[in-house]
């Protein structure tokens, strides 16, 4: 049971992440994942969190970010978007069909999404495998060498041998020499019931992992767009089964924040993209590969996602005071309701509400392309 605790959410794909939302309410990170350290128990604080708390909390974050964001129209954290929904390495995103793009051809394209990262397909691969956790600090230090990387934020770690992704505090180094910084009590051993007596031991080293798994998240710049062309079946197309016509296609950022894009048919050579002489119909479509949403997401915006997700809970996230207290002024509703907020997709409460305007001020506001 204790294995699904991190199983099915990302902390990379959180605009609000587990450590975050501690930060945020006043809860020990130790408490939420379990781990039964020296601040423990305390008369704000008097439980350790289970399988099912952490689960419920998550669940509600990620909901009310999938609330928010096709409103303001761009990912709150970086997300690949594909052509087709199977290119999706997500495995356990039910959502995951908002993150496919695939549109008339126009040569200037609209992106589905706004505030584009850069194109390009992703390629999530693996720089080091079980790499040793060194615990003799708090944070504990993951070091890792001979790493080819362009961005800090690209660098994703999950335990061993699996995809269960783990939140990490900073990365210090460069090329030749990085070291990450994981917080011990996030490093609890998958298998480890966390829901023991008197929770997680935290002086056993046993139940923390002893390596890691290390990846770079970056996008394969061979592969933009695909350009899928109109297909008339006949006798001479039977050898092929009557697939598709796709042409090849090199994307160019117009605007990175309306998330604007120039396509032209190209191949990719050499690591250079050519302007290809195929010719495509302005009936065709394209399928787009890029990634967008926020790097830093703002401060307002993390408050509206966890007091949206307060109002989406039934009961509070935990026993903590300070939480309790956040729960129930954001599913508080007054007496008398506004019509602008009878209106609200969010709800009526308190916390929805505020969730509500604070989107609307983050909106992308876009025009369609000429």
């Known amino acids: 049971m204790a294995f699904y605790r991190q199983q099915y959410f990302n902390p990379y794909e959180m605009a609000v992440t587990p450590g975050e939302y501690c930060r945020i309410v006043g809860v020990p990170e ?116 001979g790493l080819q990387f362009i961005n800090e934020f690209d660098i994703r770690v999950t335990f061993p041998d699996s995809f269960i ?84 296609a090199c994307l160019t950022i117009q605007d990175q924040r309306l998330g604007l894009l120039i396509a032209r048919p190209a191949e990719y050579t050499d690591g250079v993209w050519q302007t290809s002489s195929a010719g495509v119909s302005r009936k065709s479509q394209i399928r787009l590969y890029y990634r967008a949403g926020l790097v830093k997401v703002p401060d307002n915006i993390k408050m509206a996602i966890v007091r949206l997700a307060h109002s989406l809970m039934p009961a509070p996230p935990c026993g903590c005071q300070s939480v309790s207290l956040l729960w129930e002024q954001d599913n508080a509703i007054p007496p008398f309701i506004t019509p602008d907020r009878d209106n609200s997709p969010f709800g009526l409460s308190d916390g929805s509400w505020w969730a509500y305007k604070q989107t609307q001020t983050n909106r992308s506001f876009r025009l369609s392309v000429a």
């Open 30 to 145: 130790c408490a939420f994942w379990g781990v039964n350290t020296a601040d423990y128990p305390n008369l704000s604080c008097p439980e350790l969190w289970t399988v099912a708390m952490r689960y419920n909390l998550m669940n509600a974050l990620m909901t009310a970010q999938a609330m928010i964001e096709p409103i303001i129209e761009y990912p709150l954290s970086p997300r690949w978007i594909t052509g087709l929904l199977q290119d999706q390495l997500t495995e356990y995103d039910d959502n995951a069909f908002r993150w496919v793009d695939s549109q008339p051809f126009l040569g200037k394209q609209r992106a589905k999404q706004s505030r584009i990262i850069e194109v390009g397909a992703r390629d999530l691969c693996i720089q080091g495998a079980q790499v040793t956790v060194d615990y003799s600090t708090e944070p504990a230090v993951v070091a890792i060498s």
């Open 165 to 248: 992704f783990i939140e990490t505090t900073g990365v210090w180094g460069d090329t030749s020499y990085l070291e990450i910084m994981i917080p011990k009590c996030r490093l609890v051993k998958p298998e480890v019931d966390s829901e023991q007596d008197n929770g997680v031991d935290p002086s056993d080293i046993s139940n923390f992992t002893e390596t890691v798994d290390i990846y770079l998240d970056q996008a394969d710049p061979s592969v933009n767009g695909k350009i899928i062309s109109n297909h008339t079946c006949s006798p001479s197309c039977s050898d092929n089964a009557c697939l598709e016509y796709t042409t090849n």
